[in-house]
């Protein structure tokens, strides 16, 4: 990889990530990162740099605005003049477009493969720590919130995410992600087994 890319990433766009919530946080993007390089080890001619580049922009703009923040994030990049000389224009549009097509809500397969690997990595693999950044993602936008409506909207967001039917899409072989839906799938058989475990993972 080119170290002054992993320079100006670490010291300029990294940093920025104290501004989202702790499930958007910086902990998150060194989870994508790590799971990118491993499922870039599956497809063919995969640019590692690029790929770094995409995991590291895809929530940047979570903070500013979180239901449009993929497009936002992709257009931080597209305008950052700073990080234009390490990639061309094509691999600009590449990156640009693999950021775009990250979110799991999106209703359309990624354009490249760059976006499957990102759309793959940003899933989460683990039932504790998916109902702790859904809680903080709750406390951070739906403040007023009761105990009990928390926990009803993070039944409800978990099933349209991760139930039979669910939006979220996976393109990579993954036991961990396997294991996971797997997991969620006892939890959603029976609401207040969810309800219980949501509170005891939060401590509420």
């Not at 990624?110 to 989460?124: E, F, N």
């Not at 939006?167 to 992600?177: I, S, T």
Request: glycine share 4%; with cysteine; charged share 30%.
């Amino acid at each position: 990889m080119n170290n002054l890319l992993v320079k100006y990433i670490e010291t300029n766009i990294l940093p920025e990530y104290s501004k989202n919530d702790s499930g958007h946080g910086i902990e998150h993007i060194n989870y994508v990162i790590d799971r990118c390089f491993r499922f870039a080890e599956q497809f063919d001619n995969i640019d590692l740099d690029m790929l770094y580049t995409i995991a590291a922009f895809h929530d940047i703009g979570h903070h500013i605005d979180k239901k449009n923040h993929e497009k936002l994030s992709a257009q931080m990049f597209y305008e950052n003049n700073d990080i234009k000389q390490f990639f061309t224009e094509e691999e600009q549009i590449i990156i640009k477009e693999g950021i775009e097509d990250h979110r799991a809500s999106s209703d359309r397969v990624p354009r490249s493969d760059y976006g499957k690997i990102i759309s793959s990595a940003d899933r989460s693999t683990d039932v504790n720590e998916f109902l702790k950044r859904t809680h903080s993602y709750t406390l951070k936008y739906e403040p007023t919130l009761n105990q009990n409506e928390m926990i009803e909207r993070a039944y409800k967001h978990t099933k349209e995410k991760y139930g039979d039917f669910g939006y979220a899409k996976h393109y990579v072989f993954d036991d961990e992600y396997d294991k996971f839906r797997n997991d969620i799938s006892e939890l959603l058989i029976n609401k207040e087994k969810f309800k219980d475990y949501y509170i005891k993972i939060n401590n509420l």
